[in-house]
């Protein structure tokens, strides 16, 4: 329960910040979240992953079919990889969630170096 409450604050703070920040305001989404409420090394980076692709890839399905737009499907055509429009849309969260996670790894080591005694 605790995880997924961190997964939702995670998200919450990727919204937040995305009206002011580049997409690597994500990354501050992440360590914001794991700083606040966990030490746990594991448990920052999966919950910055996992909030921030879920984010990334919902908001990009939406608005592919609220414009019914064809431009991830011809990019992906650009791009060297073997990717279709939707798993186009699948890496941009992965490298999101990356970012995010390993920001939250990042939040999760400043936690345990200011406040030592709180391990988990």
Do not use: C
């Amino acid at each position: 329960m605790k995880f997924l409450l961190h997964v939702a604050v995670v998200i919450a703070l990727g919204l937040v910040l995305a009206l002011f920040l580049p997409w690597w305001g994500v990354a501050l989404a992440g360590g914001i979240a794991a700083l606040a409420l966990t030490g746990h090394l594991g448990r920052g980076f999966l919950a910055g992953l996992l909030g921030i692709f879920l984010l990334w890839t919902v908001v990009a399905f939406l608005q592919v079919n609220a414009t019914g737009s064809q431009l991830h499907e011809g990019f992906a055509e650009l791009l060297p990889l073997p990717l279709s429009g939707t798993g186009l849309i699948f890496f941009s969260g992965l490298v999101g969630g990356l970012v995010a996670g390993l920001g939250g790894l990042s939040g999760s080591s400043l936690r345990r170096i200011v406040f030592p005694s709180r391990r988990r």
